[in-house]
Structure formats: C-alpha cells, structure tokens
C-alpha cells in the first residue's frame, strides 16, 4: 500500500521524504526523546540514512514496513516518527512504535499516533494482531498505550541492548476483534 496518508482531528501520517532528515533529526538527535528508546541518540548522517531506508521502503513490493512521519495537521509540521513492521513470526501481525519531539510530549499526540496505526493495521492492512514494547521506566509510554485501546500482555526479559546494558520490555497487544469494538 502505498502512499500512506491517514488523518484524525489533528494529526497525519505520511510517507516520509528527503525534505524530512532536520524534523527527524530534532526527535533521533535528540537525549530526552531517545531516553527510553532501543538506541541512543543519531547523528545526521544516521538520520538521513534512516530517511532514505524509509523513503526506498514504501516502494518495496511485498511493503514489510510503513515507516511515516506524524504531522500535526494545522501546522504541517513534523512532530514524530511512526513505524508499523509486519511480523514474518506470526500470521498477520505486526509490531508497532512511535516518537515524538519532546515539546509536543503531554498533549495527547501519542495516543492519537498509536490509534493512526492501529487503524493502518486494521482497517488499511486487515491484520489480525498488534503489538508494542517499552521500557520499563517509560510510564507516559505505557499510559498512551492503555489509552489507545491496547492491553498489556507481560515482560521480555533482556530483550534490548541499549547503553552498555541489557534492557526488559513490557510488551502491549490489541487484537483485530478488540479493535473493531471500539
């Protein structure tokens, strides 16, 4: 499926492009945006290796990922970075993540980022099962996720190499059923 372009009230999510590398490089570059995520802040270069791998991604034909940027709707404005990557272990699953510039934290931009792509799975995609990881010490993570209708199913223990360390997961889900009742 491509291009992407899916709306709620306030938010987008799109393709990325070439244009996008500073926007996402305020979120990957960044130390507090990358606190909880599985790696530690990117370089220019990284990001723009990111960018284009997204870019060169949603042309791929069977598509494996959808890799979109999160635009606040009245600004034009990219605020986040989405993913959605479809899950060869499992039949018509997917593992989901997001993030967002620090500045737009609290204002209720990652609960409408994580329900964008629950409807992609959903209804674009007719998958069967979602899921999502956090850290541990990540609470507004783990509150998004719970608000955005999806359930908590337990702990990966040691699932994540990041600073030096081995990191756990809590690990969300959300079933097509359990979607479609909302």
Not at 38 to 47: I, M
Not at 150 to 157: K, L, P, Q, S, V
Request: no cysteine.
């Amino acid at each position: 499926m491509f291009p992407v372009l899916r709306d709620d009230a306030r938010l987008s999510l799109r393709e990325f492009t070439g244009d996008d590398v500073n926007a996402v490089l305020a979120i990957y570059g960044s130390p507090k945006a990358t606190e909880h995520l599985s790696f530690t802040p990117r370089s220019r270069d990284e990001v723009g290796g990111i960018v284009a791998r997204s870019v060169a991604s949603a042309s791929a034909t069977p598509r494996q990922e959808y890799a979109l940027a999160v635009v606040r709707r009245d600004a034009a404005e990219l605020i986040g970075f989405a993913r959605l990557a479809l899950d060869p272990h499992q039949q018509r699953a997917a593992t989901i993540g997001f993030a967002l510039r620090p500045d737009t934290w609290g204002l209720g931009y990652g609960r409408e980022t994580v329900r964008l792509l629950l409807a992609l799975a959903f209804t674009d995609l007719d998958l069967h099962r979602v899921w999502a990881a956090r850290a541990p010490l990540n609470i507004a993570s783990e509150k998004t996720l719970l608000a955005a209708g999806m359930t908590e199913e337990g702990r990966i223990r040691g699932h994540v190499h990041v600073r030096g360390a081995w990191r756990d997961s809590i690990v969300y889900g959300v079933l097509r059923e359990e979607w479609d009742g909302r």
